[in-house]
């Protein structure tokens, strides 16, 4: 077996066995992103130099008794907005060209600085995270690896594909509207977004804030597992990170599940669902019901409300929230410095925003306009907490919901460019999740006709994440498709 | 009150910074950026750089909730901030954390109130609200703001906290807005939340209207002392438009204080909508009963209940004591004197009072001071004070000593160092008694006519022995001198 084929877990033991240098590792994946990543597209900025020497440093530590933390210098992939010190973090946008931040977001000095992994290289991603396709980023496109015509999904895509096609063990992504679980079903890989307040956001480069939050994408639910036990918790840096106690998520992976119940949105099954995607997760249900669990249809009156009311709300904060590039502090100001400063500004933000990120900050801001605030963002907050209430019924009948997590498998490259709404659209089975603040898990349970992974949604209560996991595993075992790697080819 | 404002309203928004706290509102940045250099404090949460998160200073709250129990506002149970949006070269990240109280939103306290006392006649002015928010950095110029060829922006000053005193429209006059501002000033020292003598601590925004006509809004009120000033000129202004039958608009205005006009604004930057809406990287935070009582518990007694106390403990007059207890390091160092003199009585107390308001206070002033930047304590203006009532030095003669007391020179050293002891040694004065009706006849001759004459020769007596001579004595002597030499004069005629 190649070093790739193996889980992160699995790799830990081999470190700890002295089976395998880290340096061998890192190498090892640092020659693969060499020779897959120009047909990928995964990585907008590779730290081979400074990976390679972290990794010497830790064989060392780990030769001389030093204690190198929990992750052992496995290399992981950062989404590009997740601040790393003296590390380029553009949020794949020209506003931030050249942008180094003086500092670690939370989750970075907990993943990276204690637990010591290594950041291997950032990920392409949707500008601002504004995006279900990673074709909205300032430095072109990520293929999907398992056929590169097709969009590897958003706005994590990068993080997704380098997963998915083994150029990294696993990644950090963000989830506003399912831009982690979108590119976790359309890669086949696992990606959690956690309960609204469990991870730290500090250093997270806001797009929504009321709805962001940083998850991992791994290969198995095991060393997804693994990643959240160390990001989660109180972070004194973030004031919506909740103080609520972090469980053992790893230790009870292999719980039985019986006597649980599944709930089975109706809505999330309706029309819209690709057939493939629908037998499919049919099928792990049916998967589950044979580990015990039983079923319940729960119901979601207010599901149809679910997109407007969430770009609202995402557009609303986004436009606030992106406010700050104007260019004089950090980042990149126009070359015309003609006119007032308030011209330069206008002028920064013209030229440097990409379209889709012009667009939502457009509609945020008039949203948020006197005269329609009430009738625009005020009726959003309204229904989210509609929303909010449908899922605190559902959970009345049932331990955890289950649903596809999109609605179909990847779609091609500019298919929908042209077709914001359409693309929109998209995130109707997980945008609800994060206007509720719920965890919700994603696992590859198929493929479609094409070829194309297939994701499993697994939402839970608040902070029930170990519950979810441990179905998932058990569900990812059962199923047996989860050391696959992509391809990385042009399809059947 | 003068009539010749019954018909305005102004109503008056002041932003305080709360230079007593240690650290800035959402960051633990230092806060005493003055005299630092520029940009030395400041971190990834005051530079708003991606990815940072605010994190509310509680010592901020707790200052917040110092002022608005003594201003006697009520506290709401929960409250939580919004942003205010607008692009500006001086906000890290062109929206700043404020509170709003609409849109769902709430003030930190609502209503209150400040008494003030004008022409004899008090009135309580009525409060609309407090909150909390951030102060945006600072933008130098190079010389003035129309020529500066550039701005260069300090940091150091950006998520400092402010707190927001919005009045009701319920002041008539500049006068009252004065005395509004006077006693404000003194609740804020006594709630030790800022040192409003700072500079660049505390701004005014000042909403004016003639009744019936259109408001206009100046901003920019640097000072507690230019508020007067600016509500006059622009008070003046809408009357003179109105007297030449022009209509006001209703306008925002930036008061300069340089050319001492207000100027209008374009008419644009008044229609800003700031679209406020919550702020989501912060949540609710919850004012207790227990938090507030706590807080009350350390408060210290207020302007008003000592001006009531000091009318009890020292038989001061209302007058007097409202207006000692208005500074309270200056009513501190009046207790902390006449308490520390067993043997003072009302009448002592009244005369360090008296020198407290009157020779101290107007050094101070002439020297743009304040009492505990001065090197005077309590118990020299007490030696003083004995000194004088025992004889040894006239009440005259200590006026001089002033200057050398706030230097904190001992009051017998200052006595020795002048020589200036009192002169009660009957022949001594006798002397210069003579002395004094010698040289000045004319005036003797016009005593005869004009009993008052008496005092200028009194005048002569102390000015060749620069004040050291008993009044009383001297006084005493010289009538029985000048009426023998008339008597002589008399009969002789
Ligand atoms: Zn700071």
Not at chain 2, 155 to 175: A, C, H, K
Request: hydrophobic share 35%; proline share 4%.
């Amino acid at each position: 077996m190649n070093i790739h084929e193996y889980m992160a877990f699995e790799l830990i033991q081999k470190i700890k066995n002295k089976e395998l240098q880290i340096q061998e590792i890192v190498q090892f994946y640092l020659e693969r992103i060499k020779k897959t990543d120009n047909l990928i597209h995964s990585f907008v900025h590779i730290s081979e130099e400074k990976a390679l020497s972290e990794a010497k440093q830790k064989d060392n530590d780990l030769k001389n008794g030093k204690s190198i933390g929990k992750l052992y210098g496995l290399p992981i992939a950062v989404k590009d907005l997740i601040c790393i010190k003296n590390s380029p973090t553009t949020c794949c946008s020209k506003i931030l060209e050249g942008y180094y931040p003086p500092y670690n977001a939370t989750v970075i000095e907990r993943l990276i600085e204690k637990e010591g992994a290594i950041c291997i290289g950032r990920t392409n991603m949707d500008e601002f995270a504004m995006g279900s396709s990673t074709e909205n980023s300032c430095y072109g496109p990520t293929y999907n690896p398992w056929n590169l015509e097709y969009v590897p999904g958003g706005s994590s895509g990068g993080s997704g594909s380098s997963v998915a096609s083994g150029q990294v063990i696993f990644s950090l992504g963000s989830d506003t509207g399912g831009s982690i679980r979108c590119p976790a079903s359309y890669c086949g890989v696992v990606g959690l977004k956690p309960t609204y307040g469990r991870v730290s956001r500090y250093g997270l480069v806001s797009y929504a804030n009321s709805l962001d939050q940083i998850g991992p994408l791994s290969r198995c639910v095991r060393d997804c597992a693994l990643l959240l036990e160390i990001m989660a918790g109180f972070d004194p840096l973030d004031s919506t990170t909740v103080n609520v106690e972090v469980d053992n998520y790893t230790n009870e992976l292999d719980k039985s599940i019986e006597g649980k119940t599944l709930g089975i949105p109706k809505e999330f099954f309706s029309e819209g669902l690709e057939t493939d995607v629908k037998n499919k997760v049919y099928e792990g249900i049916k998967k589950l019901e044979r580990l015990g669990v039983r079923t319940v249809e729960v119901s979601f009156p207010y599901l149809e409300y679910t997109i407007p009311t969430y770009y609202l709300i995402a557009m609303s904060e986004a436009s606030s929230n992106l406010e700050r590039y104007d260019g004089l502090r950090y980042g990149k100001m126009s070359d015309n410095l003609e006119g007032s400063v308030f011209d330069v500004f206008s002028r920064t933000r013209g030229e440097k925003f990409g379209p889709e990120v012009r667009r939502r900050i457009i509609l945020g801001t008039y949203a948020l306009s006197a005269g329609y605030y009430d009738m625009f963002y005020i009726k959003a907050l309204k229904v989210r907490s509609l929303i909010k209430n449908d899922f605190q019924n559902a959970f009345k009948q049932c331990d955890v919901i289950v649903s596809p997590t999109m609605p179909t498998t990847a779609f091609k490259i500019g298919d929908l460019v042209d077709d914001p709404l359409q693309m929109y659209l998209m995130d109707v089975l997980t945008c609800p999740v994060n206007l509720a603040g719920l965890p919700a898990l994603s696992i590859p349970c198929g493929f479609d006709s094409k070829n194309l992974p297939i994701g499993f949604q697994i939402i839970g209560n608040y902070f029930e994440e170990k519950l979810i996991l441990n179905i998932g595993h058990l569900l990812e075992k059962e199923l047996n498709i989860y050391r696959k790697l992509a391809p990385v080819n042009r399809g059947k | 009150m003068s009539s010749k404002y019954e018909d305005v309203i102004i109503g008056l928004e002041v932003h305080i910074q709360l230079t007593n706290l240690k650290t800035k509102l959402f960051c633990s940045c230092n806060n005493d950026y003055r005299g630092k250099e520029p940009n030395t404090h400041v971190c990834p949460i005051c530079l708003g750089l991606p990815g940072s998160l605010p994190v509310v200073n509680k010592n901020a709250v707790e200052f917040a909730t110092r002022l608005a129990l003594a201003l006697g506002c009520d506290i709401n149970k929960s409250f939580w901030f919004f942003r205010k949006n607008y692009f500006y070269p001086d906000m890290a990240k062109n929206f700043q954390i404020s509170q709003y109280n609409k849109a769902g939103g709430r003030a930190f306290a609502d209503g209150g109130k400040i008494t003030i006392k004008l022409n004899s006649k008090k009135k309580e002015l009525q409060l609309n609200r407090i909150h909390l928010e951030e102060d945006p950095a600072r933008l130098v110029h190079k010389g003035s703001i129309a020529t500066s060829p550039y701005a260069l922006v300090d940091y150091n000053r950006s998520g400092v906290t402010l707190i927001e005193i919005v009045s009701d429209p319920v002041m008539n006059s500049p006068e009252e807005a004065r005395e509004y501002l006077k006693q404000l000033k003194s609740i804020v020292q006594y709630t030790e939340i800022s040192d409003l003598d700072l500079d660049g601590s505390c701004r005014v925004d000042a909403n004016i209207s003639i009744k019936g006509h259109a408001r206009s809004e100046v901003k920019n009120i640097n000072s507690f002392k230019e508020v007067e000033r600016a509500l006059k000129w622009e008070i003046q202004r809408q009357k003179n438009l109105l007297k030449r039958g022009k209509e006001l608009i209703q306008e925002t205005r930036h008061w300069d204080d340089k050319r001492r006009v207000t100027i209008g604004l374009r008419t644009k930057e008044f229609e800003k909508d700031y679209r406020y809406f919550p702020e989501q990287d912060l949540v609710p935070i919850e004012i207790t009963k227990d938090f507030i009582d706590q807080v009350k518990k350390k408060l210290p007694e207020m302007p008003n209940a000592r001006a009531k106390r000091f009318q009890k403990d020292y038989q001061l007059s209302e007058f007097d004591s409202e207006i000692l207890v208005l500074d309270k390091d200056i009513a501190d160092f009046y207790e902390n004197g006449v308490k520390s003199e067993k043997s003072f009585g009302p009448d002592e107390y009244k005369q360090y009072c008296n020198w407290l308001m009157g020779d101290i206070s107007r050094w101070l002033n002439d020297n743009n001071n304040v009492i505990k930047e001065t090197k005077l304590t309590p118990k020299q203006l007490v030696d003083l004070i004995k000194l004088i009532n025992e004889g040894k030095i006239t009440g005259k003669i200590a006026k001089t000593f002033v200057n050398e007391m706030m230097k904190g020179t001992p009051i017998l050293e200052i006595v020795k160092k002048s020589g200036k002891s009192r002169i009660a040694d009957k022949d001594k004065i006798i002397k210069v008694v003579k002395e004094v009706l010698e040289e000045n006849p004319d005036i003797v001759n016009d005593y005869q006519k004009n009993p008052k004459a008496l005092e200028a020769l009194i005048g002569k007596c102390m000015k060749k022995t620069d004040g050291r001579l008993d009044p009383e004595i001297t006084k005493r002597l010289m009538q029985k001198h000048i009426t023998e030499i008339s008597a002589k004069n008399s009969s002789e005629d």
